[in-house]
């Protein structure tokens, strides 16, 4: 992989990665809800997930699912299905610790999810579409270059909407502020399906 190529890719993903969307509402939940420490695997799962899809979809078994319209329709449904649950979740969700575990994203489910996240198939499609060049190499070696620098950019961008979401954890200590950013949440995670439904 060229330097040139490198860096203009890592520059593309810390944008793709730290612009809004259903994964850094996410975040910010999570971080919100649970802190930065414990939401540590989620953004792992954000990154490793995302960095999968990229190298799937740059190795060429994303092609088959974006020239299939019942394949992406069912990714589209069933993300937003998923999304409008998520939504669900967080809006019920109380301030006590023992509402935390139903709202709580892990590694495996934060990972999972990037599967059926619109904007990750945007991102990763992109990615893939303007970067991978023919002539610096096989498919193979670009997308692990691709994977494993999008991961590292991930983990940085995405990681200031975790920290986000734990600092206002000091402004969340009654069950009524609770209650109004659970349901701001929401209505953004909600609302971003929007976005992806025409």
Do not use: H
Not at 17 to 32: F, W
Not at 136 to 161: D, K, M, R
């Amino acid at each position: 992989m060229k330097v040139e190529q490198a860096i203009a890719f890592v520059l593309f993903a810390i944008v793709a990665a730290t612009t809004p969307g259903p994964s850094n509402l996410l975040l910010t939940s999570t971080g919100a809800t649970v802190g930065v420490r414990r939401g540590l695997p989620c953004l792992a799962g954000v990154a490793l997930g995302m960095g999968t899809m990229i190298f799937v979809v740059g190795f060429g078994l994303g092609s088959i699912v974006l020239e299939n319209i019942a394949i992406l329709q069912i990714i589209r449904w069933s993300g937003v299905a998923f999304l409008l649950w998520l939504s669900w979740k967080i809006a019920t969700a109380g301030r006590t610790r023992e509402t935390t575990s139903d709202v709580f994203v892990g590694l495996w489910q934060a990972a999972a999810f990037q599967w059926v996240n619109p904007k990750a198939w945007l991102i990763s499609a992109s990615a893939v579409g303007t970067f991978l060049d023919a002539e610096t190499g096989g498919a193979l070696v670009q997308s692990l270059y691709f994977s494993l620098l999008f991961v590292l950019a991930v983990f940085p961008s995405c990681f200031v909407w975790l920290a986000f979401g734990a600092a206002l954890q000091r402004l969340l200590q009654t069950e009524r502020a609770a209650r109004v950013f659970n349901l701001a949440m929401a209505a953004l995670l909600a609302g971003s399906v929007l976005l992806f439904v025409r």
